[in-house]
C-alpha cells in the first residue's frame, strides 16, 4: 500500500537528517498548505496557490517574516523533494526579514538574570553565555561533548550541519562534572530497568550497535522521565513512519527547552531588566562582549559557527557609541 504524501515527506526529511523539531515543523506547514486550500492535492497546484497561501499567513495571520519564509521552505520541499517539481523562486519570492540590531545585556544585567535562576536552568543559561550556544545545541548536548583536559566543548550538526569547538569556562567545570555524576546515576538508573538506550542521529545506532547504552553519549540535559521515542512509533499512532512496530522505544531524552525559556523570562523579571531577555540574548552579549574585550571579529565568528563574517559583523554595530560613534550635540561643550 502505497503512502501517504506526508509519510513520504516524513521519510524524505529522515532521509536528508533534518533534525526532528524541523520534521515537525515542516510536515505542519505541508498540512495547513493543503487545508487552506481544502484538501486539494499539491501536485494540482503551484506558484498561485502557494503565494496565496503566504498572503494569508501575512496579512491575515499577521505572522513574522521568519515564520513566513520557514512556510514557505516547507512547502518548497514538499514540491522539491517528494513530487519532484521546480517552483520558480521569482513566482514565491521570501519575506524580507526586517534590520534589527540584537538586544544585547550587560555584564552586570548577566549576571543579575543568572542570580535568578536555579539547577540545570541556571547552568544551562551560564552555557549560553559562557560559551555563546544556541539554545537547541545546549539542550542537545551529550556528555562526551564536554572535553575538561582541553577545556572546550564541542557542538555537533550546529545550525547548517557544521561542527566547532567553543570555549568551556573554568568557573563552571565543577558545576559540569556534578551534572554529569547525576547524569550517571540516571542512567545506571534505567539500565537496570532493562533500558538505557539514547537517541543516536545518522543511523549511529547501526553502525555503532553498543553507542546508545554508553554513558558518553547519554544527554548532557536528560529529562525527568523516560518516554517513547516518537520517531519508533508506528504511523497508526500518528507520528512516526517506518516505525519498528509494537508501542515504540521507551528512552530518556533531553530536557523541554521551553523550560529554559520561561525560567529566564521569569529571572529577567525578578531582576528587574527592562529589556526584552531571551535565551538567544545570552548568545549575542557573549559575542558583544567578546569584541569589547578586543578579541577579532573572525575569532568570534568561528566561536559563533556563523558562515559569513557579515552575520557577526551586527555586532560591531552594537557596540557603536551612539548613532554610529556620533556624539550629540547636547553634550557638546
Sequence with gaps: MAKKLLEQA?????TKHYSYRTEETYIDWMRRYILFHHKRHPDGMGAPEIQAFLTHLATERNIA???QNQALSAVLFLYREVLHREIEPVLVPSARRPER??????????????????GIHKLMAQLLYGSGLRLMECVRLRVKDIDFEYKTITVRDGKG??????????SLIPSLKRQIAHVRLLHEEDLAAGLGEVYLPHALDRKYPN????LAWQYLFPAPKRALDP??????????????????KERRHHVDSSGLQHAVKEAARTAGIRKRVTCHTFRHSFATHLLQNGYDIRTVQELLGHKDVRTTMIYTHVLQRGGLAVKSPLDTS
Excluded at 516524513?10 to 529522515?14: A, E, H, Q, T
Excluded at 540590531?101 to 536555579?118: A, C, K, M, Q, S
Excluded at 550541519?161 to 573554568?170: F, S
Design 101 to 118: 540590531l540584537p538586544t544585547v545585556l550587560t555584564r552586570g544585567e548577566v549576571l543579575g538574570v543568572i542570580d535568578h535562576l536555579f
Design 10 to 14: 516524513r521519510d524524505i526529511l529522515r
Design 211 to 214: 553507542a546508545a547504552r554508553e
Design 231 to 248: 520517531r519508533t512509533l508506528p504511523s497508526p499512532a500518528g507520528r512516526g513512519v517506518g516505525g519498528e512496530g509494537g508501542n515504540g
Design 161 to 170: 550541519e557544521k561542527d566547532r569547538v567553543t570555549p568551556l569556562p573554568d
Design 65 to 67: 517574516a521568519s515564520t
